[in-house]
Structure formats: structure tokens, C-alpha cells
């Protein structure tokens, strides 16, 4: 008598087979996933540094890579690297991506960029890569970007290193604000950095000021024309100045939300007028208006 398999023991071994693949299948995705883009960082790392080497020769970055000492390998790699090309000057930034990876993007923000200084941020589009969420923001435990990303609509960026709250995406593709406001005149931003700052005009004190901020760790923010943050080395947010060049005044933003309000004066009457320090909820608590 032969003795061989039954119907039933072959569909087991096939149900089981399945199961194992169901499981593997995927996180032999995700490994092939993070190991191609683990590939660019060290690339765009390169580029960055390169980057601040030309910075410092030349005061500014340049807007093309062949500009800059060094020679981006390509070999088993097949990296797209660019860098950002002054169209938009609130970033400098070192972008890699790769034709094997789509929805995924490497970006590096160079340090004397005007926001997200020595940032390194994951970008990812869902539609276009399934694991690129999870790779940026669950592998990598990236933290997400509330004010949207460098790549566009249907990217979200994930801040890997930096403050995540050192800068602001929500104007680099719908463009200007709604409601514009003009930004307040030089001669009022060296009244008002004079006093505020102690220095003798705003290119100077925004010069030292930032330098202070910067070396001892902390980060600026510039939102708008008339609006600055200043975030310490831990990420907390120090400092917040908004000014109102219709009304003539800037506001101190406490971080308890108490406002100190400065009226600023006309040219020969000096400095400011007068001023209110408000209560979170807008209530005057001191006026000498």
C-alpha cells in the first residue's frame, strides 16, 4: 500500500506557506525601501558640506553642484541630487531622491539657510510609495512638518534633525499671503532694533543678535516680513516680535501669551511713543499711553 499526502495536509502546507509570505513579503519591502534610501544620506551629506566649504569662500552657495569642489559618486547608486537655485529665498537646501525610490526624498537645509537652519528632513508622498510614510515617520520617527513641504502638494515632510518649528512651508507654493502687509520701512526697523536690540541699526543688531541666537544653539524663524521667532536650544520659543506697519507698533509676544506693545513714534520724535502690556486675553494691565 503507497502511503502519500492527503488533500487536506497539502492545503495546510499551502495555508501556511501563504501566511509566512503574507508576513515576510512586506517587511522585505520596507528593508529594500530603507536600505536604497539610507544610500542618499551620505551622498547629500557630502554635497552639504561641500556646500558650506564654497559658503565660506564665497559668502553665498552656489545654485548648481558643478559650481562646487567635489564630485557626487554615482556608481550603484543613481542618485538625483540638487541644490536649491536662489528661486526661493527663504531655503538653501541639498535635495536627493532616486528613480527607484519614488515618494521619498533626502533634503538636507544648509546652515545659513533663513529657515530650517541644519535641518535634515524626510519627504514623503503617500500615492506615489506605500511604505514612504512609514519610513519617514515611523522607521526614521521623523516628526511631521504642520505647514506642509519642499516638494509640494502631496508631500509631507519629517523633520529627522533640527527644530521642527524653525521654519514655514505654507507660502512656497501658494505664494504670497492672502492679505499682504507691507513690511515696516528701514529707517523704522533701525528705530525699533536700536532700542530693542541695543545696537546701532538693524543690519548690526539683526547681525550680532543672530549670531548670539545661533552659536549658543537656538534657532530663528523668519514667518513674514513682520512677524520673527526665536527658538532656544531646547526648541522653545523665546522670543516672538510682530510688527504692525499700518498702526506703527511691534508686539513682544510673552510665552504666556502677555503682549508688550510698543507705539512706535514718528522720525523726530525718536524711538516709540508710548506702550501697553496686554494680558493674554487682550485686557490693558499697563499703559503709559
Not at 536600505?35 to 552639504?48: D, T
Not at 533640527?162 to 505654507?170: A, E, I, L, T, W
Not at 521667532?229 to 513682544?252: A, C, Q
Request: one cysteine or more.
Amino acid at each position: 500500500m503507497k502511503k502519500g499526502f492527503t488533500l487536506i495536509e497539502l492545503l495546510v502546507v499551502v495555508l501556511i506557506i501563504g501566511i509566512l509570505a503574507a508576513i515576510a513579503l512586506p517587511q522585505y519591502q520596507k528593508a529594500v525601501v530603507k536600505s536604497r534610501y539610507s544610500g542618499l544620506m551620505p551622498i547629500a551629506g557630502a554635497i552639504a558640506n561641500a556646500q558650506e566649504i564654497y559658503y565660506m569662500d564665497k559668502g553665498n552657495y552656489a545654485s548648481d553642484i558643478t559650481e562646487l569642489d567635489i564630485k557626487a559618486p554615482s556608481g550603484g547608486v543613481n542618485a538625483n541630487i540638487e541644490v536649491s537655485d536662489g528661486s526661493d529665498e527663504r531655503f538653501e537646501y541639498v535635495l536627493a531622491t532616486k528613480d527607484d525610490l519614488p515618494g521619498l526624498a533626502y533634503v538636507i537645509y544648509q546652515k545659513h539657510s533663513p529657515q530650517f537652519s541644519n535641518t535634515v528632513m524626510c519627504e514623503a508622498n503617500e500615492e506615489q510609495n506605500k511604505q514612504s510614510t512609514w519610513l519617514c515617520r515611523d522607521s526614521l520617527k521623523g516628526t511631521e512638518v504642520p505647514s506642509g513641504s519642499l516638494q509640494g502638494e502631496g508631500w509631507t515632510a519629517y523633520v529627522l534633525k533640527g527644530n521642527v518649528n524653525s521654519g514655514d512651508f505654507s507660502t512656497t507654493q501658494e505664494g504670497t499671503p492672502d492679505e499682504p502687509t507691507e513690511p515696516l520701512t528701514l529707517a523704522d526697523l533701525n528705530e525699533t532694533f536700536t532700542k530693542v536690540f541695543r545696537s546701532n541699526g538693524a543690519d548690526d543688531s539683526w547681525r550680532f543678535y543672530s549670531n548670539d541666537v545661533l552659536s549658543s544653539g537656538g534657532s530663528i524663524s523668519v514667518i513674514s516680513p513682520n512677524e520673527i521667532i526665536v527658538y532656544d536650544s531646547n526648541g522653545k520659543e523665546y522670543d516672538h516680535y510682530l510688527f504692525n506697519p499700518t498702526e506703527r507698533y511691534m508686539d513682544s509676544i510673552g510665552t504666556d501669551g502677555g503682549i508688550m506693545r510698543r507705539y512706535l513714534g514718528a522720525e523726530d520724535m525718536g524711538w516709540y511713543k508710548c506702550y501697553d502690556l496686554l494680558s493674554p486675553t487682550g485686557e490693558v494691565l499697563i499703559s503709559n499711553c
